[in-house]
Structures are given as structure tokens and as C-alpha cells.
């Protein structure tokens, strides 16, 4: 079956600049997790949707950070006012049991 | 500060051998671990995991040893083979299961398998 799919999978952008990123997770997971990945780091958690319970938002990094899950399924990370230290892979996870699968990843790079 | 630690950032094997990929861990109320591989342009897919209850997960050529006491955990590949070659994350959590919990990941191994 499909896996995790994300969008756009590269993004070049301006600093100032808002951007969205997008995360279609497998069909009927209930957990969603955003994270990402900055050169040389560890994978960084920034966000966790389970089921309609209220997302856990502990990891973003700053109010510019904010996340949407629609219908329970597709997600949206947005990034208001875009800064360099907010380059990075984005990955997305949804979760059957106690393992997560992943998406490709956005590459999102602000000059 | 740290709480999931790789403190080797590559390790190169020849094919055939056993790789042996190590992993710290700070915090004592984690209780369930997991190793990720990832290759490039590509997201982490799951490994292997074990929980705290135990000391040794095994399938086929991978092995996750747990020492509790020592707050370290490892990952053993044998025999090694080529398309192994990938960067390995330590992932750890606080409660079992991943979707109970946020997963805390280490920084990456990246395992080179020389044919």
C-alpha cells in the first residue's frame, strides 16, 4: 500500500517568507509526528497528533511554528516569517502500534 | 543536553564482518528503544526496537542488546553486507510504544559496508 507522502519534496525559499508544508500519512494511522532535521543533528521532534486529543506542540521551536491535521488525516506544517536557521529536512510520521513510518521528507532551505 | 547520545558519527566494515553500532542514553525513565536506518533523500524506516523488560531483541542478521544499569544500548549487523550502508539512528521514549510517546533521537551513525 502507499506510504507517507510529503510535499513539495524541496523548497527554496526567501527569508521573511511564510511557508507550507505538507504530510499525507498512511491511511488509518492515528498518530501523526512532525520532525526535522537539521546538518549534523539528530532527528529533532517538533509536534504529535494522536486521534482528536489535542496536539502535543512541546517541540516547536518558536510562534512561528504551527501545525494542522485535517479530518484526522493530512497535515500541514507552516513556518511564518522564515529564518536560515530554519533550514532543514522536515520529516513526517504516522504510527501503527509502536512503529512509525516516514515520509521522504521536505528539504527546505531559506535564503 | 543530550538525552540519546551516538558518539560516533561513522564506522566503516568490511563485508562479512559485524558491525556493532553503540548508543547512550541519559534519562532512566526511557523504557523503550528502537534503531532506524536511513538512506539518502529517503526517511528513516523502523529496525528493530526493545523494551526495557528485556535485554536482547533479535531478528535475522540484526541484534539490539539493552544494558540497563549502563544506560547503553547496541546494535549488532551480522554478517554486514553492502546494503547496509546507511546512516543508523538510536531512538529512544519514554513511555512503550511510539505512539504513546516522543521519540528521542540520537545524532546518526553513518555504517560504511566495504565489499
Known amino acids: 500500500g502507499a506510504g507517507v507522502s510529503q510535499s513539495p519534496s524541496n523548497k527554496v525559499t526567501e527569508k521573511g517568507k511564510d511557508v507550507e508544508l505538507r504530510c499525507d500519512p498512511i491511511?488509518?494511522?492515528?498518530?501523526l509526528y512532525w520532525y526535522r532535521q537539521s546538518l549534523g543533528q539528530g532527528l529533532e521532534f517538533l509536534i504529535y497528533f494522536q486521534g482528536n486529543s489535542a496536539p502535543d506542540k512541546s517541540g516547536l521551536p518558536s510562534d512561528r511554528f504551527s501545525a494542522e491535521r485535517t479530518g484526522g488525516s493530512v497535515s500541514t506544517l507552516t513556518i511564518q516569517r522564515t529564518q536560515q536557521e530554519d533550514s532543514a529536512v522536515y520529516l513526517c510520521?504516522?504510527?501503527?502500534?509502536?512503529?512509525?513510518?516516514f515520509g521522504p521528507g521536505t528539504r527546505l532551505t531559506v535564503t | 543536553d543530550q538525552q540519546v547520545k551516538q558518539n560516533s558519527p561513522s564506522l566503516s566494515v568490511q563485508e562479512g564482518r559485524i558491525s556493532i553500532l553503540n548508543c547512550d542514553y541519559t534519562?532512566?525513565?526511557?523504557?523503550?528503544f528502537l534503531w532506524y536506518k536511513k538512506y539518502p533523500a529517503e526517511g528513516p524506516t523502523f529496525l528493530i526496537s526493545?523494551?526495557?523488560?528485556?535485554d536482547k531483541n533479535e531478528d535475522g542478521r540484526f541484534t539490539v542488546f539493552l544494558n540497563k544499569s549502563a544506560k547503553h544500548l547496541s546494535l549488532h549487523i551480522v554478517p554486514s553486507q553492502p546494503g547496509d550502508s546507511a546512516v543508523y539512528f538510536c531512538a529512544a521514549s519514554g513511555r512503550y510504544g511510539g505512539s504513546q510517546g516522543n521519540l528521542i533521537f540520537g545524532k546518526g551513525t553513518k555504517l560504511s559496508v566495504k565489499p
Open positions: 526493545i523494551s526495557s523488560i528485556k
Open positions: 534519562n532512566s525513565m526511557f523504557d523503550y
Open positions: 491511511s488509518g494511522h492515528t498518530a
Open positions: 510520521a504516522s504510527t501503527q502500534r509502536d512503529e512509525q513510518y
